[in-house]
């Protein structure tokens, strides 16, 4: 109804979100060529009646979608081209948001130095702007980052204070999922009684709040400790939780 609307009187700006928005929606929807295709024709309206706020959000959504398709390296040319869009804005939000999709993406093509040059990045916009919430949500990952590296002193060091700062702001996914990755760096090396408390956490407030991806997370992460420490009857039940689950 609003596409039929704003054709008639020829708002193109807001036809151009209506093609965002109908895009959005079948990316969550898993229906990806479908929404790269409201994106395009959002971004060839945008680009003929300039908005750069409305084009941002649009090369942003592009990246989303192509990184939820796993085409990795096409998600990463959207999100750069709307960083450098985000980096005229007054407004850092924008550029905070192209910061850390381009660093998830580094961490999922395993370029974890780049991935965590982004995440700091973001880390330090954030505490500039005052964002709490976003500040644990950028110290989760660079923690996450560290860890990949194998830098297992400087991730607990980053976990531990995304941890706090989650617990802060009553934010219980990110809790649970702090607990995970602490315990993940605990077993690493090799000190299962402290990984065994973090993945515990991590199950207990996954299982409160209903959160199936950060329980699995932790159901994985207890299974591997289990195995390492021989206990195979309780690798198993939390095996077998965690097939169900997945």
């Known amino acids: 109804k609003a596409k039929a609307l704003f054709t008639t009187s020829k708002n193109h700006r807001s036809l151009a979100n209506v093609h965002l928005f109908t895009g959005q929606v079948n990316d969550y929807l898993a229906k990806y060529n479908i929404a790269l295709e409201q994106y395009k024709t959002a971004l060839e309206l945008i680009e003929s009646h300039p908005d750069e706020a409305i084009k941002f959000k649009i090369l942003n959504s592009s990246g989303v979608t192509h990184f939820n398709k796993g085409s990795y390296e096409t998600a990463l040319e959207f999100y750069v081209r709307a960083l450098k869009i985000s980096e005229r804005f007054e407004d850092k939000v924008y550029y905070a948001s192209a910061l850390n999709n381009i660093g998830v993406v580094y961490m999922s093509i395993l370029q974890y130095d780049d991935a965590l040059e982004y995440f700091l990045k973001y880390l330090q916009t954030m505490r500039a702007m005052g964002q709490t919430r976003f500040v644990a949500v950028a110290m989760l990952n660079a923690g996450e980052a560290f860890m990949k590296k194998e830098s297992f002193p400087n991730a607990i060091q980053y976990l531990d204070s995304a941890l706090s700062t989650y617990q802060l702001v009553n934010e219980k996914r990110g809790m649970s999922l702090s607990h995970s990755n602490l315990g993940d760096c605990y077993m690493f090396l090799s000190d299962y009684a402290n990984a065994e408390i ?23 992460g207890g299974t591997d400790l289990y195995l390492k420490t021989g206990e195979k009857e309780k690798a198993a039940r939390y095996l077998e939780r965690a097939n169900e689950i997945a």
């Open 198 to 220: 973090h993945y515990n956490a991590c199950i207990a407030i996954a299982e409160s709040i209903k959160s199936e991806e950060a329980l699995l997370r932790g159901l994985i």
